[in-house]
């Protein structure tokens, strides 16, 4: 079995170094890599950078010039507050696909784990802390040293740490956590807890136990902070607010959004695939207190494994078997396509990195009940390299992808890495007969943009320039004239998902009221009312008005997906508002079976039931939804033990 360096489980899962098929083999120069590529007719494969010009590559981002940034990470698997790790920015000033220009922007970074660009500078992932280094006037030099924007992030787990990031719909900037790394999250000014929550053996952070708690969970926060130990989480960049997303998993290395600004993350030994629901539980491989009273977690999307038994470990070996479904239960990266080089059939697939597979997966995505159901695809590539670990993949600004490289073969997380390699590929559609492109050609910064410009980009068919107009926009604030061309394709535009665009745009730039909010949840459109129902969420206080619509909708909205997020809104409201959506949402019995609801209802009134039990029996005695009365019982006798 080959498992990626710091990707994947902690390292107490470890068992022994095993010799296996093709873990000597030598390793092989970039070109002759490239040969060993199979993909789909159409495609070919290109070296964008590789060793020695680019080592270690755990993560990477673009800039609003369509400039790499890379994250080089020489520091693992030793942890220290003093490192040399990189961010190094790469650049192809002829278009052949291949850097020509080379910027070291910053190397004196401990354990480096992601970085994202905005908002003049770069955020970095550097445990225990989320990290901004200043360049404001873009000459490619710090402005200064970096700037702590969160401490706190545990760094117990060797490979199961924060990780990212990407910027989303909603402006926010989310990452993934592993599950065998805890901490109290929050702004460094922010007094530390006087306690962290430790397992039934007093081992706060050690390897995991599957052991009851013996603590109660802990509190939303302690002194202003948040106690997170796996899952989605996201940072304002704005309002300097860090939120839990998600809680679960194992290990999530790969995140990205589809065109209706839904999440979806890749993991590893649990299940590969999740969709991102906001106030979820989904499977992880140890207790939490955060999940204690959760009862049971939302399953995965996806209908089928990438590898075979009934158990996690019986992946390994690279059986002809376990390479038929896809390679095996080690998933990093993960990315929707939504740019316009590649044929149309690839538009909204999921794809991910198969670590022991020495493949791509693509798992297909569709619509079921309130939330999705994911099909296996055929993989998308594989390599006859045995040395390839293939780490994140993301779509670039002509529509073509990148994908990196760590480079390396072993067993166990590769403790004893290879310091003096690493690849990142560009893979490519197509040549007379490529589409056309809606976007500007050749040169280009998107931060230099009018902000007319920006708005119209925001029906790009490259989803590419969408995200990054967003972003720049959201850094503006307000502009009159990208309002009004924003508020124009809210109106009047056929397309439901540049309808979306435009009221994320909105969002980000302070262009939607309550009242323009209030109006869509009246939308034809399922997506718009359910949107607009979490954005008057964001605040996490709603006023009579709001709460008396979500009710309404609670209780006569047809559509699952908006009673969904009307749910998950309600996780993130103040318990006492909580109450009358929560009577009209129990009272759907055709969402009994569906596969989020049940749970999500039970989420939401976990706390409400902590704080009056008996309005809560009362609620439950009445729902259509079975599971409610059971969870309500069982919680009420855990509170009195």
Known sequence: MRLAGHFLLAAWFCVSMVAVAG?????????????????????????????????????????DRGRLWVAENQSYPKFSLQGQDRLVIYED????????????????????????VGFGGVFVLSPPNLLFIPDKD????????????????????????VNGMVWGPDGWLYGGHGGTSSGWIGRPEMPAPDQTPATQDGNAGKPPTTRPMQFAPPASTEKGRIFFDGGVWRYHPIRRVFESVMEGTT?????????????????????????VIMGAHVERRRESP?????????????????????????????????????GGHSHCGLMVYLGDAWPEKYRGGIFMNNIHGDRMNNDLPERRGSGYLARHGTDFWVSEDKWYMGLHIKAGPDGNVFVSDWYDTG?????????????????????PSAPERDHPAGAFDVSKMSSDELAKLQLSRNEWWVRRARRVLEERGADPAARAALQAILRDNPDVTRRLRALWALHVTGGLGQELLLGLLKDPSEY??????????????????????????????????????????????????????????VAHAEDAQDQ??????????????????????????????????????????????
């Open 23 to 63: 873990a000597q083999d030598p390793p092989r120069a970039p070109a002759e890599t490239i040969k060993g590529f199979k993909v789909p007719e159409g495609f070919s494969v290109k070296l964008f950078a590789g060793e020695p010009d680019l080592v270690q590559p755990i993560g990477f981002c673009f800039d």
């Open 93 to 116: 000033t002829d278009g052949d696909g291949h850097f020509d220009r080379k910027t070291v922007f910053y190397d004196k970074l401990n354990y480096l784990t992601g970085l994202e």
């Open 138 to 161: 873009g000459d490619d030099k710090p402005d200064g040293e970096p700037v702590v924007l969160l401490n706190g992030f545990g760094h117990q787990g060797v490979h199961n740490l």
């Open 251 to 275: 290990n999530p290395w790969g995140l990205d959004f589809d065109d209706y600004g839904q999440g979806f993350i890749s993991n590893s030994v649990t299940p590969h695939l999740y969709h």
């Open 290 to 326: 955060n999940s204690r009273y959760a009862y049971g977690a939302i399953d995965t999307i996806a209908d089928h494994k990438h590898w075979v038994g009934a158990s996690w470990s019986d992946s390994r070996g690279g059986t002809n078997q376990q390479i038929a479904l896809g």
């Open 411 to 431: 067993e166990c997380h590769t403790l004893k890495p290879n310091r003096e390699t690493g690849r990142i590929y560009k893979i490519v559609y197509g040549g």
């Open 528 to 585: 718009m009312r359910g949107w607009a129902v979490t954005l008057l969420a964001e605040p996490r206080n709603a006023p009579v008005v709001v709460l008396a619509e979500f009710e309404r909708l609670a209780g006569s909205d047809p559509s699952p997906w908006v009673r969904l997020q009307i749910v998950s809104a309600l996780t993130r409201l103040p318990v006492e508002q909580r109450w009358g959506a929560m009577e009209k949402l």
């Open 596 to 641: 989020n609801l049940p749970l999500m209802e039970w989420y939401a009134l976990e706390p409400m039931t902590a704080a009056d039990g008996r309005r809560a029996l009362t609620l439950a005695a009445g729902a259509k939804i079975p599971k409610l009365r059971e969870y309500v019982v069982r919680r009420m006798a855990d509170s009195v033990k």
